[in-house]
């Protein structure tokens, strides 16, 4: 699976000069704790979120105060005039569409961000990705992931008969083993099994009785 299969696409935005007070009632409006900020050409140019506000707001939080933002609107000495780009991380760590969730999960732990915009060749925001949306990946049960292998992929998909594939799931490590009749058979079972919601990792032991893959010219 993908990325741009789970990414968030309707993403709230700022631009570097919004205030820092207009910013922090976005977030608190539409219940989000970051938000990507993107120039006149709608590349991404950084990310506010209210680990930037703690740094800025630091010596003025009472330890009590919990809310971030709440304690945010709470301070009488934060200027309009103040904008996002003085306290926006820039720069930020982000991820192309097309990358695995695996790579996503790993660039989230690497570099310690709960979310990662996603932006395409040009640097253009699609959509965002967030923690959440990489653990819900993950968590489907494994009797679900097993079924879905058998019924979709292997009967429905690959019209194979059920009995020629041993499928196995554990913890979200898929098995297979058998004789499937093509080459492409074989690789089109591992493919599409690697992209179903779930699948940690793949472990293949499936043979072929026919090569039918033309040879490179």
Excluded at 155 to 164: C, K, Q, T
């Amino acid at each position: 699976m993908r990325v741009l299969d789970l990414m968030t696409t309707e993403v709230a935005t700022v631009t570097p000069g919004v205030s820092l007070k207009e910013a922090a009632r976005m977030m608190t409006d539409i219940g989000v704790s970051g938000l990507p900020v993107l120039d006149e050409n709608e590349r991404i140019v950084g990310i506010i979120t209210e680990a930037d506000f703690l740094a800025r707001e630091a010596g003025r939080v009472e330890p009590r105060q919990r809310r971030l933002l709440d304690a945010l609107f709470s301070e009488p000495q934060i200027a309009e005039a103040e904008t996002v780009e003085q306290v926006m991380t820039h720069d930020p760590v982000v991820i192309y569409p097309e990358a695995s969730l695996t790579e996503a999960a790993r660039v989230m732990v690497n570099h310690g961000v709960k979310r990662l915009p996603v932006v395409d060749a040009d640097g253009k925001l699609r959509g965002v990705i967030s923690r959440g949306d990489v653990v819900a990946a993950f968590t489907r049960p494994d009797d679900v992931i097993e079924d879905e292998i058998r019924e979709d992929v292997i009967r429905r998909i690959l019209f194979l008969e059920e009995v020629a594939v041993n499928v196995s799931v554990v913890d979200g490590v898929v098995t297979l083993s058998g004789t499937v009749p093509t080459k492409s058979d074989a690789r089109l079972l591992e493919e599409l099994t690697r992209r179903l919601d779930g699948v940690v990792r793949l472990k293949s032991d499936v043979a072929y009785e026919v090569d039918d893959q033309r040879p490179v010219e």
